[in-house]
């Protein structure tokens, strides 16, 4: 079974400073990652995905992530970060499951903080 | 605007009296899938439809019932609500299951059972 592990369940920045948050994942075969920020209040939005395409994703807001097989991670990155980033963040692998249905296994989130 | 719209976004109900929180949305998707958001447990699924008329439970069925009669809606009802059910609720949409496109949620459903 596929797994989910966000190694910080809180990350503190300096408003302008990089992020990293970081994801590790468990899977028997290639998967889909995600990562999903939700706002105080808000709901869920996809960030960026990965495929099986380019290894370097780009998402929005100025976010990207990148896969390393060998490292089993998806980590998400921004190289300055601004006051409206602070938000909820998960990580979240696609498992098949019966026949054609795929599932959403879940990271329990980075709740990251920006300081002015 | 493509969107999945959740309905009511906040509601407070006592114990045992039936409810409905609706879903609906406008972007022709054939799955459409419930999870429930609770503190340290992250996101869990609840039921899914893989196309009308078709739906399945997810990790955390008991207590909830689906229907999905048409493409568009998939109303999430809770018979005899119980404490334990007040969650965060989220519907979310994709094309035919395939989760490689990203699923669209809706704002949520904030529920309190007393």
Known sequence: AQSVTQLDSHVSVSEGTPVL???????SYSP????YVQHPNKGLQLLLKYTSAATLVKGINGFEAEFKKSETSFHLTKPSAHMS??????????????????????GLGTSLAVNP | EAQVTQNPRYLITVTGKKLTVTCSQNMNHEYMSWYRQDPGLGLRQIYYSMNVEVTD??????GYK????????????????????????????SFRGQTNYGYTFGSGTRLTVV
């Open chain 1, 21 to 27: 948050l970081r994801c590790n994942y468990s899977s």
């Open chain 1, 85 to 106: 980033d602070a938000a909820e963040y998960f990580c979240v692998v696609s498992e098949t499951v019966a026949g054609n249905n795929r599932k959403l296994i879940w």
């Open chain 2, 57 to 62: 439970k997810g990790d955390v069925p008991e």
């Open chain 2, 66 to 93: 689906v229907s999905r009669k048409e493409k568009r809606n998939f109303p999430l009802i809770l018979e005899s609500p119980s404490p334990n059910q007040t969650s965060l609720y989220f519907c979310a949409s």
């Open chain 1, 32 to 35: 889909s990652l995600f990562w």
